[in-house]
């Protein structure tokens, strides 16, 4: 069963850039696509940003396009989150997770594996 596990999260003002990482063990990613889902303080989880097994394919929230940007780097079983321009709107527990089906936004519950979470917190 793969383990995925964030870092990465912190504070920062707005405006501010930010990296966070997901790290996947006891298993691959690489035949996988990946994404960012986030969940601010009473709010449901949402998507941010998903990337296909190559990294030729990505696709973004409208509310994070051109700020943030998902890669990856199957060699070290690794994805990436650089967050630009951040926001106060933007802070949330940052999730990632693994999925097979076809679509670049999938519906959460096609993800087979997901990590704890690591918190972004963007002050004002």
């Known amino acids: 069963q793969v383990q995925l596990v964030e870092s990465g999260g912190g504070l920062v003002q707005t405006r501010g850039s930010l990296r966070i990482s997901c790290a996947a063990s006891?298993?691959?990613?690489?035949?996988?696509?990946m994404g960012w889902f986030r969940q601010a303080p009473g709010k449901e989880r949402e998507f941010v940003a998903a990337?296909?097994?190559?990294?030729?394919?990505?696709a973004y929230a409208d509310s994070v396009k051109g700020r943030f940007t998902v890669s990856r780097d199957n060699a070290t079983n690794t994805v990436y989150l650089q967050m630009n321009s951040l926001k106060p709107e933007d802070t949330a527990v940052y999730y990632c997770g693994r999925w097979s089906i076809a679509t670049m936004t999938p519906p959460q519950n096609a993800l087979d594996a997901w990590g704890q979470g690591t918190l972004v917190t963007v002050s004002s």
């Open positions: 006891r298993g691959t990613i690489s035949i996988y696509k």
């Open positions: 990337i296909n097994w190559n990294g030729g394919r990505t």
